[in-house]
């Protein structure tokens, strides 16, 4: 390990053993990762609140004897803190202080994590470049000029910035998975099902998973540790007793069956093409054997997500109404505060998912477009289950490019749907997948994705191990 690097760019398992041994004190570690903020903050504006350093400076002897021995970690600012504000990144929640704790919040510091801060998104996770954010964007550590991903590009930036050791997203359609490849970093989304939601704003109920950034797959597994498992208070979160999710790393995957859907690799650059030949080489020197799949109905994916996720969101939002929660435009009869609290406090996005939605659950038409999409949804979900009964892990690009520039897309929202298109698949079956460095195009890191059948997470980290030590570790954007 190369002695030069300063703590908050080493990931959390090397500072545990670093800590366990009496070399370094967490101490040092926070103090570190503030450094970096102060540094790094100004340019990249991953956060939207930072805690304050004596806090966590003297949180961290409190926790000395915790797993997470008081580390801090960022998180999404979509996760219910007490700590900090709530506000994703939305006008109507700019002020909102919860007064619960997410059921992944309470699980970190019951295991000595300190949350470092809430990090930026898209206004309700709705987006692929953080630029939807009511606030300001993000930008991506590896080129200032281009954005981080999204929906979750604030986490992904502050850990590929090293403002933070690690972070919590949430994957809806992609928002770790996507962000994490645009960043270079590593980013899980787990089976729907296995991580608690209580806590997490919800944008579209049957497909919102919270889930690990990290700087390495150790890391991810570690995380994932924490926060997976049964809470009685997320009715859709599933009974299964607890695994190690670190247990499989370092196992060989000679024999594992490598499926390569020929859907996802039609319109690729010839440069990520490359990229996608240079891992199938990976694999099979790993002792893999990769062959050619079929998903019939990618094609589908999109629209079918866009309606479901939508007409989700437009049930989900009706909430924010002016009189529940923070903002609202007073001073009028009810029904036009109604109206103009949603009007003025809602950005553009936010306002079209929702008029979508709304248009496919009316009456008359929920089944020729919300029923049609639900049927959709089973096809794909059985494209994953055919292709599973034949490999044992699927590989892809996470998105078909690199990170885009800023305002690149902002004027053609469908442009900005189509960079899902390889990730919202794995999330309508809702089964996991991971995002992983894999390479650079154009100069710029582009993320392998892996997916499992459902609950086969460790599996997908056992591959994804196995990928990384053969490779190029993550690309770090302060070495360059
Ligand atoms: N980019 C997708 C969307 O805009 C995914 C978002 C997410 O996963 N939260 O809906």
Redesign the pocket.
């Known amino acids: 390990m190369n002695a030069q690097q300063s703590l908050n760019e080493k990931p959390v398992h090397e500072l545990l053993a670093l800590i366990e041994k009496g070399e370094i004190h967490p101490r040092d570690v926070i103090s570190d990762v503030y450094r970096a903020i102060a540094q790094r903050e100004d340019q990249i504006r991953a956060y939207i609140s930072i805690a304050p350093p004596e806090h966590l400076l003297q949180g961290c002897e409190r926790l000395r004897d915790r797993p997470l021995r008081g580390l801090p970690i960022a998180v999404k600012d979509n996760i219910s803190t007490v700590d900090l504000k709530t506000t994703c990144a939305s006008r109507f929640l700019e002020d909102f202080q919860p007064i619960f704790d997410a059921t992944v919040i309470e699980r970190l510091k019951d295991a000595g994590a300190q949350i470092l801060g809430k990090t930026n998104l ?1 206004e309700f ?4 470049s953080t630029e939807n954010s009511a606030f300001f964007p993000t930008r991506n550590p590896h080129d200032l000029e281009r954005v981080p991903g ?3 590009g604030g986490s992904a930036a502050a850990v590929a910035a090293h403002e933070a050791l690690w972070a919590l997203g ?7 998975r ?1 962000p994490a490849s645009f960043c270079g970093i590593v980013g899980l989304k787990p089976t729907y099902g296995l991580v608690s939601r209580y806590g997490l704003v919800a ?2 109920s049957s ?2 998973q919270i889930g690990p950034m990290t700087k390495d797959v150790r890391d991810c597994a570690l995380l994932l540790n924490v926060i997976a498992g049964r809470d009685r208070r997320d009715s859709t979160s599933l009974e299964r007793p607890c695994d190690d999710y670190t247990r499989d790393l370092g196992q060989d995957i000679k024999g594992f069956r490598v499926g390569v859907p020929k859907e996802y690799i039609v319109d690729l650059s010839s440069q990520a093409r490359a990229c996608v030949e240079a891992w199938v080489k990976i694999f099979q020197e790993l002792g893999a054997e990769v062959r050619e799949i079929s998903l019939p109905h990618t094609e589908y994916a999109i629209p079918t ?2 309606l479901i ?1 939508s007409s989700e969101a437009s049930a989900n939002l009706a909430r924010f109404d002016g009189v529940r929660y923070t903002k609202r435009i007073s001073d009028l009869s009810m029904e036009a505060m109604f109206a103009e609290s949603r009007a003025r406090c809602f950005g553009p996005e936010v306002k079209r ?1 929702i008029m979508i939605g709304t248009y496919a659950l009316r009456a008359g038409y929920y089944e020729a477009w919300y029923g049609k999409a639900q049927r959709v949804r089973t096809l794909i979900r059985q494209d994953f289950e055919r292709a599973f009964q034949t490999v044992d892990i699927i590989i892809s690009p996470t998105s078909p490019t690199p990170a885009f520039k800023l305002g690149e897309r902002m004027k053609d929202p469908l442009a ?2 189509l ?2 298109i390889f ?2 698949p794995a ?1 309508l079956a809702g089964i996991p997948a991971i995002s992983i460095p894999g390479g650079k195009v154009e100069g710029l890191p582009f993320g392998l994705q892996i997916i499992g059948d459902k609950l086969q997470e460790a599996k997908i980290l056992r591959a994804a191990y196995a990928f990384e030590q053969s490779h190029t570790p993550a690309v770090s954007p302060t070495e360059q």
């Open positions: 898209d996770a709705m987006g692929s999204g929906s979750s949430s994957d809806t359609g992609g928002s770790i996507q944008f579209a497909l919102d997500y866009y996720s998912r900005m749907y960079s899902d990730t919202v999330s």
